[in-house]
Nanobody, 119 residues
Framework: QVQLVESGGGLVQPGGSLRLSCAASGRGLSTYSMGWYRQAPGQAPGKQRELVADITSGGRTSYVDSVKGRFTISRDNAKNTVYLQMNSLKPEDTAVYYC?????????WGQGTQVTVSS
């Protein structure tokens, strides 16, 4: 069983920065691919979440075009933690951000953390 707990969300002005953390518990986490997803306000709960960034067990990263150059995903396997550094935030980045772990034993989601970008 894998449990994921996100933190670091909050209210920030446009152009500001936040760093999200996803603390994971469980065995073999270093073998999992980890990703950050988001769901914008007003979307139905069942609507597909947008993949923002992910990182493989080998450290390869990918990003949605809208955040390239602004967001950075990283992982610290010793701490079982994945980070999302978000710079130059825009109002359209406002969403609930979720952490996801995917591996041979299945996929797991955190409960989400709210990010609001507003002046």
């Amino acid at each position: 069983q894998v449990q994921l707990v996100e933190s670091g969300g909050g209210l920030v002005q446009p152009g500001g920065s936040l760093r999200l953390s996803c603390a994971a518990s469980g065995r073999g986490l270093s073998t999992y691919s980890m990703g950050w997803y988001r769901q914008a306000p007003g979307q139905a709960p069942g609507k597909q979440r947008e993949l923002v960034a992910d990182i493989t067990s080998g450290g390869r990263t990918s990003y949605v075009d809208s955040v390239k150059g602004r967001f950075t995903i990283s992982r610290d396997n010793a701490k079982n933690t994945v980070y999302l550094q978000m710079n130059s935030l825009k109002p359209e980045d406002t969403a609930v951000y979720y952490c996801r772990a995917a591996g041979v034993l299945g996929e797991y989601w955190g409960q989400g953390t709210q990010v609001t970008v507003s002046s």
